[in-house]
Every structure is written in C-alpha cells, then in structure tokens.
C-alpha cells in the first residue's frame, strides 16, 4: 500500500498538516516521536489507533516530500543550511 492511501490533508483538521488516515494525529507527530527515540512498538502501545503501516507511510511521506524539495532546489548540490 502507498502512503496516498493512508495520508490524508483536509484544510480545516489540523491546520492542513498531513494526517494519519484522516484522524487527528499528524505526520509530524509521528516523526516527532521517532526522532525523540521512541521505537515503533512504543508508539503502537501509546496510540493502538495507529498502525505499524501508518508509522511507515509517514516515514514514506516524508522521504518522499524531501527528495521532492532537494529536487527542486536551484542548487541541488547546496547543503542544509547553505553551508
């Protein structure tokens, strides 16, 4: 399954954020945690709405939103930062 099945942007939820399968949790939330290292089965006993599948189509979203930004830099050879 793609991420377009279960990444969900409505503007009047969450500001318009990339939501898991149209509820009230975020991508960002998701990466959020990952990054403060929690670890997928922790994020599954904390939120047991959320799937293993969804904690992996935000993983998805974002590297997909990535390559798509670097791709369209006018400088694609330019680091974060600009350094």
Partial sequence: MSYHDIITIEPDKRGG???????????????????????????LDDFPELTE???????????????RL????PNATQTVGGV
């Avoid at 149209?22 to 922790?42: K, N, Q």
């Avoid at 599948?53 to 390559?67: G, N, Q, T, V």
């Avoid at 670097?70 to 830099?73: F, N, P, R």
């Fill in 17 to 43: 954020k990339p939501c898991i399968r149209r509820m009230r949790i975020t991508v960002y939330d998701v990466l959020g945690w990952l990054a403060a290292g929690m670890s997928h089965v922790e994020i």
């Fill in 53 to 67: 599948e969804d904690i992996r189509a935000s993983l998805e979203f974002a590297a997909d939103r990535e390559h």
């Fill in 70 to 73: 670097v791709a369209s830099l």
